[in-house]
């Protein structure tokens, strides 16, 4: 089992429409004999699964998972979480989705780079890439996220804002640090606290925030994508397991949270809650309106910092 079907197996548990007692019930022992399995031969080393129906949840831990509360390295997942914390700013007309980047970030102009939006950026049709073609030297060199920002604003656009979609890691770097522009805070400051505390995530942080690497579950490499530096013994010291990548806070990655907090944040979007953004913005994130070829840039969009396998309230491959 790879990271994608265990995503698949603990969210789609979580959002199953109402149906005979039991037909829930069947659901739930499948999933749980599927991690059950999965932690017993090794192929996940740990698991939590938390399902949630009205007022009624049911969390089982698996594994090397010691606690229901066990926190994990959510990877992109981190994205729709770190875009929603933005959006706050959204819906106090702190700023407007087609405003240009260079607007809060002037050097991101030239070569085409003045006629990329917010909403390019948290579309993923910007032109940016996914990773930059030297982020491993960065992540060897332990920089900080004011250099990553630095080096995505000089990146070449591979193609012209609006007319491709790309999945863009780099694209959720940068309009995110739009919110430490407008906030005037350190970025991973920002959304620890506009976010978790509203959905009462106790056992959530970008970066390693009040917690300590011991309560980290770790990430296995092995079978993780290619910046994960899973297989380079000389990774030790900046992959995912890295004391350095733990406490950066990637808005592109770098989220720690719990089964049951990874829950809560999905219901503000499941449930239409109005706790953190209003019901119309959460509405407008979850909306795919992708329309590839189509003559106005405008219409090509995609739900906000998310693609079709970490889509808030969405399908997971």
């Known amino acids: 089992m790879n990271r994608r079907t265990f995503l698949q197996c603990g969210l789609a548990a979580g959002i199953v ?42 969390t089982r831990r ?25 959006m706050t700013l959204f819906d ?3 700023f407007e989705l087609d405003d240009p980047l260079k607007k809060f970030l002037p050097q991101f102009s030239g070569d085409g780079r003045e006629n990329v939006t917010i909403r390019h950026l948290l579309t993923h049709v910007s032109g940016l890439p996914d990773q930059l073609p030297d ?5 060897k060199n332990h920089a900080g996220l004011p250099e990553f ?13 609006g007319s491709r979609y790309q999945y863009s890691s780099m694209g959720i770097l940068l309009a995110t640090y739009v919110a430490q522009v407008i906030s005037g805070q350190e970025l991973v400051g920002f959304v620890n606290r506009v976010l978790f505390p509203i959905l009462k995530m106790k056992h959530s942080s970008l970066g390693l925030g009040r917690f300590t690497m011991d ?16 297989g380079d013994p000389s990774a030790k010291d900046w ?11 990637a808005p592109w990655g770098g989220v720690h949270a719990s089964a049951p907090d990874l829950g809560r944040f999905l219901s503000e979007f499941l449930d ?21 070829g189509s003559a106005r840039s405008q219409d090509v969009v995609r739900p906000f910092g998310v693609n079709r396998n970490n889509c808030v309230g969405g399908p997971v491959e």
């Open 17 to 58: 429409t109402p149906l005979c007692a039991a037909l829930k019930q069947e659901r739930l022992n499948e999933a749980v004999e599927i991690l059950a399995r999965a932690t017993a031969s090794g192929q996940v080393t740990s698991a939590v699964l938390h399902v949630s129906q009205r007022e009624t949840s049911v």
């Open 62 to 86: 698996f594994g090397g998972a010691t606690s229901d509360d066990a926190m994990f390295l959510l990877g992109s997942i981190s994205k729709p979480i770190c875009v929603t914390a933005l």
């Open 92 to 94: 106090q007309g702190k």
């Open 135 to 139: 982020n491993n030297s960065l992540r």
């Open 149 to 161: 920002v630095e080096h995505a604003s000089k990146t070449p656009l591979q193609f012209a804002p």
């Open 215 to 230: 309560e980290m579950i770790p990430v296995q490499t092995e079978h993780a994508a290619p910046e994960s530096g899973g």
């Open 239 to 249: 992959d995912w397991n890295s004391p350095y990548w733990r406490k950066l806070g």
């Open 272 to 292: 239409a809650r109005g706790a953190v953004v209003k019901p119309q913005t959460a509405k407008l994130m979850i909306s795919n309106r992708l329309i590839i």
